[in-house]
């Protein structure tokens, strides 16, 4: 089942970024195969970050919230999410980024 993760960073996430950056990179590393693609979002390039979005390959949605809240970025206080079903247009075409 593949699902969508947006993120919605506070101001105060930058902080948590800063200290936290090769936590979360590990981590995207140790579960490469069930989060397909990830990154940060910004308004423009070059400006700070202001979210992130992921796409995950996984058994539920439970696994998918698992996954997003064991990250070491997540703090809820600092860091609001969705998880949204996502099926793609053209499901035949390969697409590589």
């Not at 992921?54 to 998880?83: G, I, M, Q």
């Amino acid at each position: 089942m593949r699902w969508v993760a947006i993120f919605d960073d506070k101001p105060s996430m930058l902080a948590v970024r800063q200290e936290r950056e090769p936590l979360h990179l590990a981590y995207l590393r140790a579960h490469e195969s069930e989060i397909l693609i990830a990154g940060g979002l910004r308004e423009a390039p070059g400006g700070g970050f202001v979210g992130g979005l992921w796409v995950l390959e996984v058994e539920s949605r439970k696994r998918a919230v698992e996954l997003v809240e064991n990250d070491p970025y997540f703090v809820a206080e600092h860091r609001d999410y969705r998880l949204l079903t996502w099926g793609k247009a053209l499901a035949d075409k390969q697409v590589v980024l």
